[in-house]
């Protein structure tokens, strides 16, 4: 172990557990230097009031509610087609849709920053490929993670890594014995609880005398944008591609909240079930407070339960979540992975 001090130590252990975390990744383009990451927006000393964040995940785009809800003028900058790629399109498209009509934030498809310039007067101009021009006083990149591992030497252990993330099994064991990671260096799940589990699971099967694999069917997790998106189980792509025939429930509408100030927000939900079994596999929300809502709905999930299961649920009303246990008729179906209208 090297310390910042120059001193360095050597510790043994039976077992080591790798658990260092993601680090920011920014592209090399002219003028990178100049950029910021979600490690130092916190740390501003002052509010830009023109923001570019670049990127399509989830931390771009929560940044981008964030920074706009401040009161900046945000530019969203994303290379790809559509943001959030992995969630559901339906809900993609409708954050999109209520970004676009309720907030500030300028939304710029399928463009990708090509040099940053720093100005006289302290501010920066982003140049992008097609030769578009932003004017900002902040440029943040969010544009994905890698694993922490460039000061492990993890070349010297043999470990297997690629990437940057380390290959674990489903007990977070290394290809080398003793050796373990969990977390967001393992490339599985990037979220805090998830890396908690992993752990607690480890801790178990090393030491509880227990044999417990890491379970990451049906976790739950929200995009903290406006609205909120809360989800649990597979998206309809994901959940065709595999079960094949399943049947999608949806429904969208404007919440009675917002009826009243005749405001143009608008709800979606989406339940996706196995037709063979009626098992619900995949619940999304597009709405205020889905993640709070998704966390119950998740339990139910993660227990099997049923379409039927749902429906004799008795709704709790006014409320927007009663919508989940109402819905009672499928949108349209899949037969052998083909969406049958």
């Given at each position: 172990?090297?310390?910042?001090?120059?001193?360095?130590?050597?510790?043994?252990?039976?077992?080591?557990?790798?658990?260092?975390?993601?680090?920011?990744?920014?592209?090399?383009?002219?003028?990178?230097?100049?950029?910021?990451?979600?490690?130092?927006?916190?740390?501003?000393?002052?509010?830009?009031?023109?923001?570019?964040?670049?990127?399509?995940?989830?931390?771009?785009?929560?940044?981008?509610?964030?920074?706009?809800?401040?009161?900046?003028?945000?530019?969203?900058?994303?290379?790809?087609?559509?943001?959030?790629?992995?969630?559901?399109?339906?809900?993609?498209?409708?954050?999109?849709?209520?970004?676009?009509?309720?907030?500030?934030?300028?939304?710029?498809?399928?463009?990708?920053?090509?040099?940053?310039?720093?100005?006289?007067?302290?501010?920066?101009?982003?140049?992008?490929?097609d030769g578009k021009t932003v004017e900002c006083d902040a440029i943040m990149y969010a544009t994905g993670r890698k694993g922490k591992v460039d000061k492990l030497n993890l070349e010297t252990t043999g470990v297997k890594s690629e990437n940057s993330f380390i290959e674990v099994d489903a007990y977070s064991k290394t290809n080398v014995d003793n050796i373990y990671a969990v977390g967001d260096v393992t490339d599985r799940i990037a979220?805090?609880?998830?890396?908690?589990?992993?752990?607690?699971?480890?801790?178990?099967?090393?030491?509880?005398?227990?044999?417990?694999?890491?379970?990451?069917?049906?976790?739950?997790?929200?995009?903290?944008?406006?609205?909120?998106?809360?989800?649990?189980?597979?998206?309809?792509?994901?959940?065709?591609?595999?079960?094949?025939?399943?049947?999608?429930?949806?429904?969208?509408?404007?919440?009675?909240?917002?009826?009243?100030?005749?405001?143009?927000?608008?709800?979606?939900?989406?339940?996706?079930?196995?037709?063979?079994?009626?098992?619900?596999?995949?619940?999304?929300?597009?709405?205020?407070?889905?993640?709070?809502?998704?966390?119950?709905?998740?339990?139910?999930?993660?227990?099997?339960?049923?379409?039927?299961?749902?429906?004799?649920?008795?709704?709790?009303?006014?409320?927007?979540?009663?919508?989940?246990?109402?819905?009672?008729?499928?949108?349209?179906?899949?037969?052998?992975?083909?969406?049958?209208?």
């Amino acid at each position: 172990v090297s310390y910042a001090n120059g001193e360095s130590k050597t510790v043994t252990s039976d077992n080591i557990l790798i658990a260092v975390g993601g680090w920011p990744f920014k592209p090399d383009i002219p003028g990178i230097e100049h950029t910021i990451t979600s490690n130092e927006i916190f740390y501003l000393e002052e509010q830009p009031k023109r923001i570019v964040i670049v990127g399509g995940g989830f931390i771009a785009v929560e940044f981008a509610a964030i920074m706009d809800g401040l009161g900046s003028d945000v530019t969203l900058m994303y290379r790809g087609d559509m943001f959030l790629r992995g969630f559901d399109m339906d809900m993609r498209t409708h954050l999109h849709e209520e970004m676009e009509r309720n907030s500030g934030v300028d939304i710029q498809f399928n463009t990708d920053p090509k040099e940053i310039q720093k100005n006289a007067d302290g501010s920066y101009t982003v140049t992008t490929r097609d030769g578009k021009t932003v004017e900002c006083d902040a440029i943040m990149y969010a544009t994905g993670r890698k694993g922490k591992v460039d000061k492990l030497n993890l070349e010297t252990t043999g470990v297997k890594s690629e990437n940057s993330f380390i290959e674990v099994d489903a007990y977070s064991k290394t290809n080398v014995d003793n050796i373990y990671a969990v977390g967001d260096v393992t490339d599985r799940i990037a979220l805090t609880p998830v890396a908690l589990m992993e752990g607690h699971s480890l801790a178990d099967t090393l030491y509880g005398g227990m044999d417990r694999k890491c379970d990451h069917e049906f976790v739950a997790s929200t995009v903290f944008s406006t609205p909120e998106i809360g989800t649990v189980g597979y998206t309809e792509e994901e959940a065709a591609e595999k079960f094949k025939d399943i049947s999608v429930y949806k429904s969208k509408f404007r919440a009675m909240k917002h009826s009243f100030p005749n405001s143009e927000t608008y709800t979606l939900f989406k339940i996706i079930v196995d037709t063979k079994t009626d098992r619900v596999i995949g619940v999304h929300a597009a709405t205020d407070g889905a993640g709070e809502m998704i966390q119950g709905v998740a339990i139910a999930v993660k227990m099997g339960a049923t379409k039927k299961e749902f429906d004799a649920t008795i709704g709790i009303h006014p409320t927007s979540a009663e919508e989940l246990v109402t819905m009672r008729s499928p949108a349209y179906k899949y037969e052998n992975g083909a969406k049958v209208e």
